[in-house]
């Protein structure tokens, strides 16, 4: 079988990241898999999110991986240098990008992070953005409500509107020029955001600034995948329901793919 690019998440938030990754390099094969049984990683224990995310990496390495994505801002910020420090291929995560295309971004330096508990807790989105630029004012918010509205596929209900705008109103008053989506899954809520926070409100997702970390490194490292003109292979598996992940996967690419239910341990 031939190296691919392993994608981890703990649900379909990953996909966002996937669908660049896809745009920016649709030669490379993939390995997607999302812990959907056991989402939300956001509001559990660094302990709980260490266990689950290594289940998961350890069932990814069973495939012949050429780099790892950790496309989950709780994963990202919780263990990434372990990761790095413990697989023989590249690990990236998606804090690094999202933080250097908010720095891009902003022009008043006023910037908004949105994130779930263990994200926003762990402070490496304030700790990166002040490193760079200690001039910043760095507002930051968790938003535990947001991720059940994208994981039950209810990011468009008016339902989602009402959530959206309530949990955004302390950061409405805050004259931000720029707000980070500091969640993977928050991209499938962006139009909802953009509308509460103001068309004015830059809205920064990391997966385009990841994607192209990805190819900076199999540029580096020449892992390229050689184009063979036959189809590339990219298989995706969960460790929950099927049907909602292909549904909203269906809604987030505009096609169908193919996905396999995978049993990890149930502890938690
Ligand atoms: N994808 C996760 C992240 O980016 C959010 C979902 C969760 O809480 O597991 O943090």
Same mark, same amino acid.
């Given at each position: ?21 896809? %745009? ?5 094969? $993939?390995?997607? *898999? ?9 509001? %559990?224990?660094?302990?709980?999110? %260490?266990? *689950? ?5 350890? *069932?990814?390495? @069973?495939?012949? $991986?050429?780099? $790892?994505?950790? =496309? ?38 006023r910037i908004g ?12 989105? @304030? ?37 959206? %705008? ?8 805050e004259q931000l020029d720029t707000l ?18 103001? @068309?004015?409100v ?8 990841? =994607? ?37 996967? =269906? ?18």
């Amino acid at each position: 079988m031939e190296p691919s690019i392993g994608i981890m998440d703990s649900g379909v938030g990953g996909l966002t990241v996937a669908k660049e990754i896809m %745009r920016q390099l649709p030669n490379e094969p $993939l390995i997607y *898999f999302g812990d959907t049984a056991r989402c939300p990683y956001g509001p %559990r224990t660094a302990e709980e999110v %260490r266990r *689950f995310a290594w289940e998961v990496i350890n *069932f990814l390495q @069973e495939f012949p $991986l050429k780099m $790892l994505v950790i =496309a989950c801002n709780t994963v990202t910020a919780t263990m990434l240098e372990e990761v790095q420090q413990q697989l023989p291929i590249p690990v990236i995560g998606v804090i690094a990008p999202g933080v250097r295309a908010a720095l891009q971004q902003t022009q008043t330096g006023r910037i908004g992070v949105i994130g779930t508990q263990g994200t926003i807790r762990s402070q490496a989105y @304030e700790r990166q953005l002040l490193q760079q630029n200690p001039t910043l004012h760095v507002v930051s918010l968790a938003c535990p409500a947001f991720v059940p509205l994208v994981e039950q596929g209810r990011y468009r209900s008016a339902e989602a509107e009402t959530v959206v %705008r309530e949990v955004l109103g302390p950061l409405v008053s805050e004259q931000l020029d720029t707000l980070i989506l500091g969640c993977t899954h928050y991209p499938l809520l962006a139009p909802v955001i953009q509308r509460v926070m103001g @068309e004015e409100v830059r809205l920064i997702s990391s997966a385009a600034e990841t =994607a192209k970390d990805v190819y900076h490194y199999l540029k580096r490292y020449q892992l390229f995948h050689p184009s063979t003109g036959s189809g590339v292979t990219r298989q995706i598996f969960v460790s929950g329901d099927v049907r909602l992940f292909k549904q909203i996967a =269906a809604d987030w690419f505009g096609r169908e793919f193919d996905v396999t239910s995978i049993h990890l341990p149930q502890v938690g």
